[in-house]
């Protein structure tokens, strides 16, 4: 089984809104991760979880949070966000961070903020 | 830092036909790792077919093979006789060891009945 999970599919949200998204795999996969993806772009990578820690970090504006449960689940806290953040999130999962493991993908949740 | 291009934006063939889409990078390093993957509209990316730079051989899945030219930093994929449900954007990516994915801009696939 190579699946991924996602919720919601889809999110509408204000500027002053507090929402999550969350990520599930039953894999066993000790890497997670979080890209942004803008329309007819490649995914952009936001941070790399490894076993639970936090590993990577690109850059991201303190109004996304990650967070990282437990093994099997991802959350990305979002807080005050602009409407450039407008985007589909996607969630990734892998055995380990070395480059040779494959990711895989789940489908994604298509954010709005108006 | 290593780069991925992919050089055709958008492309199109006639079901049943074969395709090729181009992909080449940049890199410095002697192990790494190549990736395909296809994104229908609106649906989840999944994985098409990778390639161990170590490896002389081409990988293949079913209806779709790469050619892999090492010397020349290339990595395309062939898609044999395309169906409809081929439309897609694929996308061609690298990774270094312990090293982050790294996508090209993609390809934007269409088949025509």
């Known amino acids: 089984d190579t699946e991924v999970t996602q919720t919601p599919k889809h999110l509408v949200m204000g500027m002053t809104n507090k929402k999550s998204l969350k990520c599930e795999q039953h894999m066993g996969h000790r890497a997670m991760y979080w890209y942004k993806q803008k329309a007819k772009k490649p995914p952009e990578l936001m941070f790399v979880?490894?076993?639970?820690?936090?590993?990577i970090n690109e850059s991201v504006p303190s109004r996304f949070s990650p967070e990282c449960p437990n093994s099997s689940l991802l959350n990305l806290h979002l807080h005050a966000l602009q409407p450039e953040d407008s985007a589909l999130y996607l969630c990734?999962?892998?055995?380990?961070?070395?480059?040779?493991?494959?990711?895989?993908f789940g489908p994604g949740t298509r954010l709005l903020v108006l | 830092a290593q780069t991925v291009t992919q050089s055709q934006p958008e492309m199109s063939v006639q079901e049943a036909e074969t395709v090729t889409l181009s992909c080449t990078y940049d890199t410095s390093e002697s192990d790494y790792y190549l990736f395909w993957y296809k994104q229908p509209p609106s649906r989840q990316m999944i994985l098409v077919i990778r390639?161990?730079?170590?490896?002389?051989q081409n990988a293949t899945e079913n209806r779709f093979s790469v050619n892999f030219q090492k010397a020349a930093k290339s990595f395309s994929l062939k898609i044999s006789d395309s169906q409809l449900g081929d439309a897609a954007m694929y996308f061609c990516a690298y990774s270094g060891k312990g090293q982050k994915l790294v996508f090209g801009q993609g390809t934007r696939l269409t088949i025509n009945p």
């Open positions: 979880y490894s076993y639970e820690k936090l590993s």
């Open positions: 390639q161990e730079a170590y490896k002389q």
């Open positions: 990734a999962s892998s055995q380990g961070v070395a480059g040779e493991e494959t990711q895989y």
